[in-house]
């Protein structure tokens, strides 16, 4: 593993603080107004996607087809209201568009859409694909000696399916340390927790065995998360997994931690209550 940042500033936790809460607000009201879903699955990556967009990926908003850009691809595609949040407010398309979300007509439909919306690389919402296509981009950025990389958000319960192993074969069998996986590890999938559904423990010691460079951190932690980019790749010649534990409807207090918030859409007074809690903060 590359060398660790010694400092961290109390000015980057606050701006990263910042933009988080402004992305879970943004969430909040884009699901309220449109009676959708995954609200809770949204809150957990907000931190992770807040340092991400801000001093992490290799992108520019005015140039969203830059050849050199680092690429990002959202696996658990039913989160796509955060993306679609920081993606508005790093100015990729304009703040206007989060107000129809997921109604007729919208620009922004409810799981990850990548036609006619900047910023966003492949479509996603069928769970277990992004590991995979992720896994190609990176492969032909190998073949073209292109410096860029390829980040890919997975969900926990996503990797149930048999498409994220055989790409996680895969990538190590090419070295491509290009390749970043970040597992969103809340631990609560669709029907009920990861234990109860489909055991992963121990997950980081199977990353480890299919050869990929392993970091665990805390995902709500902006000094862990912020250290953990900075440092990639773990391993030269191979990929990087970030195993990032979470807390579903992270931001929120009655929704943390609840199953109830992987479908439940908050309204009336849910919602005016968890919006009084999100601007409370910071």
Known sequence: MSKRRITFSH?????????????????LKMIGRAKSAHVGSSFSMADLLAVL?????????????????????????????????????????????????YLNGSHLPGHVTHSGIPG???????LGH?????????????HDNKSYRIFTMLSDGECDEGSIWEAALFAPHHKLDNLIAIVDYNKIQSLGTVKEVLN???FADKWKAFGWGVHEIN??????????????????????????????????????????????SPQGDEFTNALKELENTL
């Open 130 to 142: 992004g590991l995979s296509i992720a896994s190609g981009m990176a492969l032909a950025a190998k």
């Open 219 to 264: 995902g709500h932690d902006f000094k862990e998360i912020k250290e953990a980019f900075d440092t990639l790749p773990f391993t030269l010649g191979k990929p990087s997994c970030i195993i990032a534990h979470t807390i579903k409807g992270k931001g929120v207090s009655f929704m943390e931690n609840l199953l109830l918030w992987h479908y439940r």
């Open 120 to 126: 966003v690389e492949v479509s996603t919402g069928a």
């Open 11 to 27: 000015a980057e936790e606050e701006k990263y603080k910042h933009r988080a809460k402004k992305i879970r607000i943004d969430v």
């Open 200 to 202: 992963l423990d121990p």
């Open 53 to 101: 967009y801000t001093d992490t990926l290799r992108v520019d908003p005015h140039k969203p087809e830059w050849p050199d850009r680092d690429r990002f691809i959202l696996s658990k595609g039913h989160g796509c209201a955060g993306l679609y949040a920081i993606l508005a407010e790093r100015g990729f398309f304009p703040k206007k568009w989060l107000d129809d979300f």
